[in-house]
Structure formats: C-alpha cells, structure tokens
C-alpha cells in the first residue's frame, strides 16, 4: 500500500514530490543547528545531539513515508526541546537521562492511545481555544528564551525583565537574523530561516563572535547519548506531571500539524476525517520512542512541512526525501557546530510568531472561550513552564464555564487535566 504511494492517484509526480522533499527539508533543516544548541545546555554531547537530531528526523520522516503514505516530515519538536532543556533539566534539576526516560515513557503512552483510539477521546474531548491556546503559549515560551540568548531581554531585581543593551554587537547580529528571516519568509523563500542562521553566524566571524569549523567531516559519535535513558528513574512519581505534559503536548502538538497538513494538501474527506489517521499516530509516536532512544527530546511532526505541500508533495515519498536528506547532513556537523546561541536564536523567535498566529482561530466572541485561552499563553513565558501554563489555562477554563452555569461544556478530559494540575499547585 504505502511502498507503492499511489503517485497517479494522488495527481503528482515522482519530480513534485523529490522537489517537495527538498523544499521540506530547506524548511526544517534549521533544527540540526537549533535543537544541539538547546539540548547542549543540559550537559549533553552537542556533537552528539547534532547526530541524534539528524537521525530521529531522517529515520522518523521515513517511516511515516512509508508507514502511513503522508507528505509529512518530522524531528525534534520545538518547545518540547525547551520544556526538556529549560524546564525540566534546567528548573526542576531533574537528570537528563531521567528526562529521556520520560520522554520514552510518553511515547509508549501516545502509542498506546494511538493504538486503542483513546486519542480520539482526549482530543474531542479538549477544546478548541484551549489547543490554540496552548499552540500560541509555546510559541510565547520560545520567543521569550530566544530574545534572551540574543540579549534583548535580560533579568532585572526591580521589573523581573527589562531591555538589554542591544548596541552589543551578538544582540544586533541577532537582531538582524531575525529581520533577514521574516524578509525572505516573506518572499516565499522556504530556506529563510536556515539563510538566516547561516548569514548571521558568518556575519560574526570577523568579529570573532563565530568560530568556524569547518564543512564536511565524517558524523561524530553518538555514543555519549544513546540509549541512556533512565526509566526506572522517570517511573519516580515526581516526574508523572513531566511525563504527562510530554504526552499531552505532542498529542495536541500533533493533532493540529496532522489537520493543519491534511487540510492543506487536500488529503482530509469530506466530513473532516482524515485517511490513515492511525498509521499517521502511530508513526509520530514511534518517532518519540525512536528520539529518547537516539538521546534526544520528542521527535514530532512538523508543520513546516506544509512548505513541501505548497510544493505540490501529495504522497509519502516526500516525507521518504526529505529523511535521507537528514541523514545525508550528518556529514556537516562542523557546519553546524561553528553556528552560536546568538545565530539560532533568531529563529526561536521567528518560529514563536508563525506558533502565536494560533490565537487569530479563537473564538473572540466568547469570554468563556477567549480568556482561558489566552491566560493558558500568557501563563507559560511568565511561570517559564509549559506544563504551568496548561495546568493554569484548564483550571481557568473549567472554574469560568462552571460559574457561567456552561459546566456541561467541560469535558472529561479537561476535568482530568485540572484537578491534576490543582493537586500539583496545591503540593508544589
């Protein structure tokens, strides 16, 4: 079924989709500079990370090729990278071997419910504006901690945050990248953020801001890394919520790429459903055991993949290219570990602005509707927790339609997902 990809029937050829392939890629390939870079803050291998990045793309956009026939890629997710770095490594001091053990827990949970349906549940069962709401806080919580690495933001004793000195030449470079980003974006340049982080890092070797090592060099070990997640450590009842809010962001995370994609690329059926919907589950959970096995945070289906769509990539076999280029940019880790914090960060911010568009689908007309969703994106850069940030936006959203006399509009799940979250704010 999948192997063969049904090219005719879907109305494109093998040139569209190898063309696809690669326009997914220039759209995503930014990650194997940005997801090292953020991972590396834990004390993990950077050289390793690059390797563990580009496999668990290269191998999880395959298999969903494969498995599931659709024109979408995958790797590790931002925003999942940063609860992981930021969050549960950085704030909590939780081991990042028990943070992968987490992470691989969550994947069996996804898997799970993916095979048993239950996701269907939870995700019906879950709001609107609060999965906007949710897409949007991430977004918040990544502009936040890239407009930190570029220096525009800085702590301050008095107002919490205040404006850095944005004359420094790392936070003006940044500031461009940025500016260069949204330009080429603009123009319809797939490869705006990847020109973006290239330019920018080049831009600071004369100012010995940069320090290039190089192009192409055989991969570096991956062995500092892998398999080293903890298990029996994540299975410790303190790290249940980090399990949880794995789970729950890249099932919601997921669930609004595989409609955003579908939608875009004509694959949805008419009463809104979408063929294949398990083998598409199935694999992105895969692609989240298959990333903390590799040593890196959950690998997630990405929404730049609508780029290759745009491209005319109708069927698996671009999801099939755009893997093997990830596994061929394993050969220019030099490349990719000359780039600096000031470089990628730019687009942590870039990506926070497409993420934040999330709030222009909620429903304005409704308080009950609006205010949970917007406190749920607001919550998450100001508690500087993604799993906060939910907790708070479920207690709000249920507490609000409660006392409007709409408690029948909440659902079991989020009854769930609040009374968890009260018990934890309760006992933290």
């Known amino acids: 079924m999948a192997f063969s990809f049904g090219l005719r029937e879907a109305g494109t050829t093998v040139r569209t989709e190898l063309l696809a392939g690669l326009t997914t890629w220039l759209a995503m390939v930014y990650i194997v500079a940005v997801n090292p870079g953020i991972l590396a803050t834990t004390g993990m291998d950077h050289g390793a990370l690059f390797v563990a990045t580009c496999l668990g793309a290269g191998i999880a956009s395959i298999a969903m090729g494969l498995y599931a026939n659709y024109p979408l890629a995958l790797a590790p997710g931002m925003g999942l990278n940063a609860y992981f770095a930021f969050v549960v490594v950085g704030g909590m001091k939780v081991p990042w071997q028990i943070a992968l053990g987490a992470v691989f827990l969550s994947g069996l949970l996804f898997l799970a419910v993916s095979l048993l349906r239950v996701r269907e549940w939870l995700i019906n069962r879950i709001p609107l504006s609060l999965k906007l709401g949710i897409g949007a806080g991430i977004g918040l919580f990544l502009a936040l901690i890239g407009l930190e690495n570029m220096g525009v933001v800085v702590a301050d004793p008095a107002t919490l945050v205040t404006l850095g000195h944005v004359g420094a030449p790392r936070t003006l470079l940044g500031c461009a990248g940025f500016v260069i980003m949204a330009a080429l974006a603009a123009r ?65 995370d997921n669930a609004g790429t595989l409609i955003a994609t579908t939608h875009r690329a004509g694959l949805m059926l008419p009463d809104g459903t979408m063929p294949r919907l398990q083998q598409a589950l199935t694999a992105d959970s895969g692609g989240a055991i298959l990333g903390s096995m590799l040593g890196t945070s959950t690998v997630t289906s990405y929404i730049e993949s609508v780029a290759g769509i745009q491209a005319g990539g109708r069927t698996g076999l671009t999801a099939v290219v755009t893997g093997m280029l990830f596994l061929a940019t394993l050969f220019f880790a030099p490349l990719a570990t000359s780039v600096p914090s000031f470089a990628t960060a730019p687009a942590l911010v870039f990506v926070a602005c497409l993420m934040a568009r999330a709030l222009r689908d909620v429903n304005w007309d409704d308080m009950t509707d609006y205010l949970p969703a917007v406190v749920t994106a607001i919550a998450m850069p100001l508690t500087f927790s993604i799993a906060a940030g939910i907790g708070v936006g479920f207690i709000v959203h249920a507490a609000v339609k409660t006392l409007a006399g709409r408690g029948r509009e909440v659902g079991g799940a989020v009854w769930l997902i609040a009374a968890a979250s009260a018990a934890r704010f309760a006992i933290q």
């Open 188 to 252: 319809g340049i797939s490869a705006a953020v990847l020109i973006g982080i290239l330019g920018t890092a080049a831009a600071g070797i004369p100012l010995g801001l940069t320090t290039y090592q190089g192009i192409v060099a055989l991969p570096p070990s991956i062995a500092p890394i892998f398999m080293q997640m903890d298990i029996p450590g994540a299975l410790g009842l303190g790290v249940v919520s980090i399990v949880l809010t794995f789970f729950l962001v890249d099932v919601l």
